[in-house]
Nanobody, 117 residues
Framework: QVQLVESGGGLVQAGGSLRLSCAASGSISSISSINAMGWYRQAPGKQRELVATIARSGTRNYADSVKGRFTISRDNAKNTVYLQMNSLKPEDTAVYIC????????WGQGTQVTVSS
């Protein structure tokens, strides 16, 4: 079993920055089985979008809409993944939902990011 604690959302002006954190905890066997971590986002009236992922290998992937502005990173010792979001735009407004993939997928509670124009 894996537990996720997600934080870092808030209200910012366009052009501002936020850093999201997602910390995983649980049994040693579950934590050691993590294959990937990342974030989806869900905005009203829009399709759920995979924003960024980081694989066990360290390979990073980003949605085209955030490339060059968002950076995903991890701290393996803390089993934590971070999403640094720079140059935020109003269209980035959404609930950001962390996930961790083992042999099962676990989800964070979501954190609201609101970018004002």
């Amino acid at each position: 079993q894996v537990q996720l604690v997600e934080s870092g959302g808030g209200l910012v002006q366009a052009g501002g920055s936020l850093r999201l954190s997602c910390a995983a905890s649980g049994s040693i066997s579950s934590i050691s089985s993590i294959n990937a971590m990342g974030w989806y986002r869900q905005a009203p009236g829009k399709q759920r979008e995979l924003v960024a992922t980081i694989a066990r290998s360290g390979t990073r992937n980003y949605a085209d809409s955030v490339k060059g502005r968002f950076t995903i990173s991890r701290d393996n010792a803390k089993n934590t993944v971070y999403l640094q979001m720079n140059s935020l735009k109003p269209e980035d407004t959404a609930v950001y939902i962390c996930y961790v993939n083992t042999f099962l997928t676990y989800w964070g509670q979501g954190t609201q990011v609101t970018v004002s124009s």
